[in-house]
């Protein structure tokens, strides 16, 4: 169809005329309406397949296109290509290969170049294996991260768990701040007899003599110490496990309860009963 019989097809719905009866030339292009004026379009051709089409002066483009299905396809540069490492063909856009990609199917394809290229080594510390690039491989790595070599370069302690009898380490300011008796959290749990801190804080109330309830039990909480003549209770917080946020959760609702019932509480620290600071508190209650 040429532009005489496309534009011979065309009609105003108002005044039934075609828009080839009166044709204007406007920024280049040529814009025809009907005699009443309402109906204006722009002549144009696509883009993609060149037929000719009507689209509204306002609507006209550098690139135009006659339906969707001429721009999707217009519009979708790119080509085939040939991945490097499976041999499958794949589709990849010209802007892509313009800036220089376009070799590799996927991602996978593309990190499994640097397989063989890497190199396997077992951390000093925690004894798991890690992969490097030769690069890194050349400068020597023996940790698998910064916190396994922090903590092998650390002056480590070796204790006995007091519960399952296995030797541990742990660092030297770790047993500073009266950690050390446990290996895990599992074992502090099932653990039944006293700590090495409330051993420490129990001789010194028997030294200065003051009367005590070990392990006293007040509805469902335990208290580590209570002295019946002070209406005093006295527990003995280990840095690592009353830190945990279930534990000090705990530690507040056994506080708010005991005070309900009028006790009166002393909270000593690991550090505390260490140093030794706790024995003056202690004969000033």
Partial sequence: MNNTQFLGSVF?????????DDKIICKGLSVY???????????????????PFFKMPCLVRKTNYCSLDCYWTGTNRSEYKVCKRCGQEFRV????IKKGYGFY?????WFGLFENARKKLICRQCGKAFIVTKAVFKKGPKYCSKTCKDDFNRDHVTKICRNCKKEFKLPRSDVNRGRGSF????????????????????????????????????ARFHADFYLPDKKTIIECDGEYWHAQEKIKKRDLRKEEFLKDQGY???RFSGQEINRGIFKKFLRNI
């Fill in 12 to 20: 105003c719905g108002r005044c039934k005329t075609t828009l080839g």
């Fill in 93 to 96: 856009s010209q802007v892509l």
């Fill in 105 to 109: 199917c996927s991602k996978e394809c």
């Fill in 183 to 218: 290996c895990t959290w599992e074992c502090y749990k099932h653990f039944d007899g006293e700590t090495y801190i409330e051993k420490t804080v129990r001789l010194e109330l028997e030294k200065i003599k003051i009367p005590f309830i070990q392990e006293a039990k007040f």
């Fill in 33 to 51: 309406k009907c005699k009443c004026g309402l109906k204006v379009r722009a002549l144009l051709k696509c883009n993609f397949c060149n037929k």
């Fill in 264 to 266: 009166k509480i002393i």
